[in-house]
């Protein structure tokens, strides 16, 4: 009896199985290109505590400099002078050329006439999303604006992987197409490093037999040179990490955010 149910079982599962129709997707690559920061970021106030303390500590445990010696042969130079003590040739060569004082008043007055190039740039000033220029402090990242079904979205570069192609191969080919030839990047490796998947709304999935898209993101740091324009997407903007969350929708930036650099992922 137990032989008999156990194949009735095994019936009904392998009928079951093979009147399933078999789920596809569409295999996808997408590109993660970051623009590294250009300067480093200012320092917070505990930072700057911070850095003074360890200043006066190697200021205390430090020898005196080449500088500081002279200072000292300076000021016994001129004690000799007012008491009125006779200076040999060498120290009269010396005392007319110029002293340790005069070394540092002369460039206490330069660094003063000194004046900082700003952090911001005119491209901060006028929100230019396009422009490389901005946010030198920070990680930009590139997102095109492309047309998904009906409807268009903010999304990382990315496109359908091709037969023959590695996913790697793909994401270079999706580079060439949405930013160009004039860009030079550098790729972090030949395994993805992130993962989304999304279905296709019921209408298209009905037509194509097609349940949706599974993108493997691959990461590369921009070298030079800047995005073309391109006829797959609407629009292109840099933007920072913080600055996508307005920009990207949630469930597409959940899986985004855990391989951003410099991203806190419980914000």
Known sequence: MRTIRNIIIFKNFYSRLHSTKQV??????????????????????????FQNILQEIEFEKSLKSNHELRHEKDVKRMEK??????????????????????????NREEL??????????????????????????????????QKLGHEDFWVLPQGLWNDGETLRETSERILRESCGNNINVSFYGNAPCGFYKYKYPKQIREQSNVEGAKIFFFKAKLLDGNVEESGIWTDYEWLTVQELNKKLILPYMKNVKLFLSNYNVNT
């Open 24 to 49: 596809k997707w569409d295999i996808m690559a997408g590109l993660c290109l970051q623009r590294k920061p250009i300067i480093t970021k200012s320092l917070t106030d505990t930072e700057v505590k």
């Open 81 to 106: 002078l007012k008491n009125g003590k006779v200076f040999d040739f060498d120290e009269m060569d010396q005392a007319s050329n110029q002293s340790a004082q005069d070394y540092v008043d002369k």
């Open 112 to 145: 003063l006439n000194f004046k900082f190039a700003s952090r911001s740039t005119e491209a901060d000033t006028m929100n230019d999303t396009k422009s490389l220029n901005r946010k030198l402090d920070d990680n930009l990242v590139l997102i095109v604006k």
